[in-house]
Antibody, heavy 123, light 110 residues
Framework: QITLKESGPTLVKPTQTLTLTCSFSGFSLNASGVGVAWIRQPPGKALEWLALLYWNGDKEYSPSLKSRLTITKDTSKNQVVLTMTNTDPVDTATYYC???????????????WGQGTLVTVSS | QSVLTQPPSASGTPGQRVTISCSGSSSNIGRNTVNWYQHLPGTAPKLLIYGNDQRPPGVPDRFSGSKSGTAASLAISGLQSEDEAEYYCATWDDSPNVFHVFGTGTKVTV
């Protein structure tokens, strides 16, 4: 059974760096086709994809947030970490991590997702 | 602002069929497969459809997906009260860089 759980601060001040950890079990991030994605949902708004880390170390970022995001992995701990610099109140959202599968190099999806963690950016 | 457009809302009575559209372009839906997610407030989003029309194990066959050109759709037949949720289409966009994108979301009311 694959499970993921997000952890991190519930409150950060504007301009601070936000660090979120996704702890997972039930799969290996070394396995071909596997990845971990980060997605967020501001209150009352739609889902927004942030970043994806692949089994081979490749990374992809949302173009609008690329300059502020860094995604890394600690394979020994089964964790993926997302760092967001220079936070702003508009970054207030529930942040989710999700297991990603890519097959045939072209078909991919996110399943399952973690329960999410609410982060508020406020002074 | 998302590059995938969905109607804000859809509704139906129990037993009816509801269809949700997802409009994109040649750089996203036109060249990549589409997934659909169901999201109930306070819970983790759930994968409903992957690869345009494939259902993961455990997803009822009342849910079906399709894609044509630069648009995709999700159909829910035999609508049930537990289907009341937000639904999102999602795919990859290849222009100019590769990135993933979710639709604007559709609230289904039963």
């Amino acid at each position: 059974q694959i499970t993921l759980k997000e952890s991190g601060p519930t409150l950060v001040k504007p301009t601070q760096t936000l660090t979120l950890t996704c702890s997972f079990s039930g799969f290996s991030l070394n396995a071909s086709g596997v990845g971990v994605a980060w997605i967020r949902q501001p209150p009352g708004k739609a889902l927004e994809w942030l970043a994806l880390l692949y089994w081979n170390g490749d990374k992809e970022y949302s173009p609008s947030l690329k300059s502020r995001l860094t995604i890394t992995k600690d394979t020994s701990k089964n964790q993926v970490v997302l760092t967001m610099t220079n936070t702003d109140p508009v970054d207030t959202a529930t942040y989710y991590c999700a297991h990603s599968i890519t097959v045939f190099g072209v078909i991919s999806w996110f399943d399952p997702w973690g329960q999410g963690t609410l982060v508020t950016v406020s002074s | 602002q998302s590059v995938l457009t969905q109607p804000p809302s859809a509704s139906g009575t129990p037993g009816q069929r509801v269809t949700i559209s997802c409009s994109g372009s040649s750089s996203n839906i036109g060249r990549n497969t589409v997934n659909w997610y169901q999201h109930l407030p306070g819970t983790a989003p759930k994968l409903l459809i992957y690869g345009n029309d494939q259902r993961p194990p455990g997803v009822p066959d009342r849910f079906s997906g399709s894609k044509s050109g630069t648009a995709a759709s999700l159909a829910i037949s035999g609508l049930q009260s537990e289907d009341e949720a937000e639904y999102y289409c999602a795919t990859w966009d290849d222009s100019p860089n590769v990135f993933h994108v979710f639709g604007t979301g559709t609230k289904v009311t039963v």
